[in-house]
């Protein structure tokens, strides 16, 4: 089992940069696909990047390449997600999860997540 939890959120303008940080406790980390997703009100959630176990395999939504990274560190169990040149459609709540089996983007696969961290981008 893996806990997690997200820090790092908080309100900018436009234009500006945060980086999310999200620290797991539990065993085999390494084994876990981890990703961000981000929920806006009155919007599923969505992914925004995904990382490999390994950390050679990145994915990320087209409406954040270019702007967001994905990484990890696995001796540290910590994945973070640098938000650059962030826009107001990017304001939501962000949450880590860890996926045990295979690569996905879909939320309903994840099998863990954190709470949540609220990041609000105004113009």
């Known amino acids: 089992q893996v806990q997690l939890g997200e820090s790092g959120g908080g309100s900018v303008q436009a234009g500006g940069s945060l980086r999310l940080s999200c620290i797991a406790s539990g065993r085999s980390f390494v084994t876990y696909v981890m990703g961000w997703f981000r929920q806006a009100p009155g919007k599923e959630r969505e992914m925004v990047a995904r990382i490999s176990s390994g950390g050679g395999n990145r994915y990320y939504a087209d409406s954040v390449k270019g702007r967001f990274t994905i990484s990890r560190d696995n001796g540290e169990k910590r994945v973070n997600l640098q938000m650059n040149s962030l826009k107001p459609e990017d304001t939501a709540v962000y949450y880590c999860?860890?996926?045990?089996?295979?690569?996905?983007?879909?939320?309903?696969?994840?099998?863990?997540w954190g709470q949540g961290t609220q990041v609000t981008v105004s113009s």
């Open positions: 999860a860890a996926l045990s089996r295979g690569l996905s983007y879909r939320a309903a696969d994840y099998d863990y």
